[in-house]
C-alpha cells in the first residue's frame, strides 16, 4: 500500500532564510506533485515532478526528485512571508491504480 | 474556464440526515476523485473513479458511496451522516499522463460539511 510521509508538519522560520521539506513515498513510482494551499482555501499545483533526477523551480521554490530513494524535496531559498501556506506533496502509484495518496502537509509560516 | 465545480460549498446536517455532493468537470478529464482534509490529516482519498463507468474505494470510503454519472459529474453520497464525517471534502480530475498531460490534479474550491 502506498504511504507518503511529509516532514517537517509545521515549520516556522525567518524571512531571508532556506529550509527544506521532504517527502517520503513508500511504493515504486514516477510522478510527484506538489501543491500549496491557503488558509481556507483550494490546492495550487506547484510542481509537476515525472522522472527520476527531475529537478523544477519557480521563484524561490525547487523541487528535486529522486525515485530510487523515493524521495522528493521542496527547497525554499530566502523565505518571504508569501510563502507561508500549506504544502503538500502527492504520488501517484504505478500499479495502474490511478490513485494519488497525499502527505500529510507542511504548514509553512514565514516571520518577517 | 469554469474547471472543477462543486455544490454546495457549504452544508450542516445533523446525525442520520443524508445528502450528496456534487461535481463536475469540463476539462475532458477520465479520472475523477473525492477527498476529505481534516487538521493534521492532510488529504485523504474517499473513492475514485478511473475511468467513466468505473468507481473503486481509496483509503477512508466507510460511510460514503459515489456514482460516476458521465465523464463529466462524479458524486459522493452520504447516506447516514455522523459527526466523524465533518470535514472539507476536496473533489478533483485529471487526465492520464501520457505524452500530452502530466497527469495533475485539478481541485475544486471544497465542499465544507458539519454534521451536529
Known amino acids: 500500500e502506498l504511504k507518503v510521509e511529509q516532514n517537517p508538519l509545521f515549520l516556522s522560520m525567518q524571512e531571508g532564510k532556506n529550509y527544506t521539506i521532504y517527502c517520503n513515498y513508500s511504493?515504486?513510482?514516477?510522478?510527484l506533485y506538489w501543491y500549496r494551499q491557503d488558509p481556507g482555501k483550494s490546492l495550487e499545483s506547484l510542481f509537476v515532478?515525472?522522472?527520476?533526477?527531475a529537478v523544477k523551480q519557480e521563484g524561490r521554490l525547487m523541487a528535486s526528485l529522486d525515485t530510487k530513494a523515493r524521495l522528493s524535496t521542496l527547497h525554499i531559498t530566502a523565505a518571504v512571508h508569501d510563502l507561508s501556506a500549506t504544502y503538500f506533496c502527492?504520488?501517484?502509484?504505478?500499479?495502474?491504480?490511478?490513485?494519488?495518496?497525499f502527505g500529510t502537509g507542511t504548514r509553512l509560516k514565514v516571520l518577517a | 474556464n469554469a474547471g472543477v465545480t462543486q455544490t454546495p460549498k457549504f452544508q450542516v446536517l445533523k446525525t442520520g440526515q443524508s445528502m450528496t455532493l456534487q461535481c463536475a468537470q469540463d476539462?475532458?478529464?477520465?479520472?475523477m476523485y473525492w477527498y476529505r482534509q481534516d487538521p493534521g490529516m492532510g488529504l485523504r482519498l474517499i473513492y475514485y473513479?478511473?475511468?467513466?463507468?468505473?468507481?473503486d474505494k481509496g483509503e477512508v470510503p466507510n460511510g460514503y458511496n459515489v456514482s460516476r454519472l458521465n465523464k463529466r459529474e462524479f458524486s459522493l453520497r452520504l447516506e447516514s451522516a455522523a459527526p466523524s464525517q465533518t470535514s472539507v471534502y476536496f473533489c478533483?480530475?485529471?487526465?492520464?499522463?501520457?505524452?500530452?498531460?502530466?497527469?495533475?490534479?485539478?481541485f475544486g474550491e471544497g465542499s465544507r460539511l458539519t454534521v451536529l
Open positions: 478533483a480530475s485529471s487526465a492520464l499522463a501520457g505524452v500530452w498531460n502530466t497527469g495533475e490534479l485539478f
Open positions: 511504493t515504486t513510482s514516477d510522478r
Open positions: 515532478l515525472l522522472s527520476n533526477g
Open positions: 502527492a504520488v501517484v502509484s504505478t500499479s495502474g491504480t490511478y490513485k494519488y495518496i
Open positions: 476539462m475532458n478529464h477520465n479520472s
Open positions: 473513479s478511473a475511468s467513466e463507468g468505473t468507481t
